[in-house]
C-alpha cells in the first residue's frame, strides 16, 4: 500500500510521529509536506495529498492539522475524495468499512499521539466492507456530478 501524507503547520510533530509508524509498519509513504513548524495554508497541502489520492498515485492519504477540519473539508472538495475526520479508533474502522474512506484526516491538538497511532493502524488494516455500503459510496459518489 502506499499512502501520502501532509499536514500544516498545527499537525507538523503528529505527522512526523505517523510517518515513524507507517516505517515501522513497513508501510510506503510519501510526504506532502509541511516540513517545519513554520506557518502554512491547510488547503495547500491538502490538496496536494487529496489530488494524489484521486489521481490514484496513492491508494490511500494522512492529513494531519491543528482539529483535523480544516484539512478534512479541504480534502473532500476534491473529487474522488471521501476524507474522514477520525478521533477514535471505532470511526476510523467504520470510516474503512462502510465509507470506504481513502483519506483519514486528524487533529494534533484534539488527540495525542497513542491514541493517534491506533487509529492510524486500525485504518489501514480495515477493508472496505462492500455490500450494502457499496450502493451508499456509490450514492455518495454521484453528489459530484451535480456540482
Not at 56 to 82: D, H
Not at 125 to 138: D, L, Q, S
Amino acid at each position: 500500500m502506499k499512502v501520502a501524507i501532509g499536514s500544516d503547520h498545527g499537525g507538523f510533530r503528529l505527522k512526523e510521529e505517523i510517518k515513524t509508524l507507517l516505517t515501522e509498519l513497513k508501510v510506503d509513504n510519501h510526504d506532502f509536506g509541511t516540513y517545519t513548524c513554520e506557518s502554512v495554508d491547510y488547503p495547500d497541502i491538502s490538496r496536494q495529498v487529496a489530488e494524489a489520492v484521486a489521481k490514484g498515485e496513492y491508494e490511500r492519504g494522512i492529513i494531519v492539522c491543528g482539529t483535523g477540519i480544516g484539512v478534512s473539508i479541504a480534502a473532500n472538495k476534491i473529487k474522488g475524495i471521501r476524507a474522514a475526520l477520525c478521533n477514535d479508533a471505532f470511526s476510523a474502522q467504520m470510516s474503512r468499512e462502510h465509507n470506504d474512506a481513502n483519506i483519514l484526516t486528524m487533529g494534533e491538538r484534539v488527540i495525542g499521539s497513542g491514541l493517534a497511532r491506533m487509529i492510524v493502524e486500525v485504518w489501514l488494516k480495515t477493508e472496505f466492507a462492500g455490500g450494502r455500503h457499496a450502493c451508499r459510496v456509490t450514492k455518495l459518489m454521484e453528489l459530484e456530478k451535480d456540482c
